[in-house]
């Protein structure tokens, strides 16, 4: 199956990386695509021109994906100020297309972050265009809608997950690969005061504790025309 990370900028999939690496290891097909240029992220370096600041957040997310054996799409749209457009939807439509996702991760439909709301958005929307002929693309159409989950939001946001993936084997490599978004550890520690691997470490010890492991990731199947499976889909 060819898994997919649909989220805003380089460094959300931390979310689902975990889930990722053990879809992998049964063997499956990672691939990870990005809405925004990240271009905003460089909260500690403000004066840095855009294109500079989003050829740093594509390089450090293509390391970070070719270390994982997976494939990079960036649609580059402007970080912060992404908007449901027509173009924006065929872009996504056709990236959807281009990865053959069979599964999806995406972002909760509540999150501090609006990039993150609209990817929400984009995906219910696009990821069921990508089966239907009528909008014709460069890739050809899916065969069959994906299976989409909606990832632990960012801030402070009420999240019940419904499905838990124990990712206790893949945590460590999930972290080494985290760190390839030096830019985004350094913004962390100035914004937040601590960096990635706090971060996930915080969140999959508390997942992991509630269904009896040591790290885990949790999800929602995402409501939606097609997306939720009568069969079991993740790892
Ligand atoms: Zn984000």
């Known amino acids: 199956m060819n898994v997919v990370s649909i989220m805003a900028h380089q460094d959300d999939e931390m979310r689902c990386l975990g889930a990722m690496l053990k879809c992998r290891a049964r063997g499956d097909h990672l691939f990870f ?37 997976a494939t990079f799409l960036n649609l580059r749209e402007p970080d912060e100020f992404l908007f449901d457009t027509p173009a924006v939807r065929m872009k996504l439509i056709d990236a959807i297309r281009a990865t053959g996702a069979g599964l999806i991760f995406t972002h909760s439909p509540r999150d501090y972050n609006l990039d993150h709301v609209m990817v929400n958005r984009l995906v219910r929307h ?6 239907l002929p009528v909008l014709p693309t460069q890739s050809p159409v899916l065969a069959q809608h994906p299976a989409v989950f909606e990832c632990e939001p960012f801030g402070t946001f009420d999240f019940d997950p419904s499905h838990y993936v124990d990712i206790t084997p893949f945590f460590a490599e999930k972290v080494r690969l985290l760190k390839f978004h030096r830019s985004q550890e350094e913004a962390m520690q100035q914004a937040t005061g601590s960096g990635l691997e706090v971060i996930c470490s915080r969140l999959d010890s508390y997942r992991g504790d509630l269904v009896g ?23």
């Open 33 to 69: 695509v990005t809405l925004t240029d990240g271009a905003k992220g460089m909260v500690q370096t403000p004066a840095m021109p855009a294109s500079e600041a989003g050829a740093i957040r594509h390089a450090e997310m293509a390391a970070l994906v070719e270390a994982a054996g």
């Open 126 to 131: 696009c990821a069921m265009q990508s089966c």
């Open 213 to 235: 492991c040591q790290w885990a990731e949790g999800f929602v199947p995402m409501p939606g025309r097609g997306t939720i499976k009568p069969y079991p889909v993740l790892p």
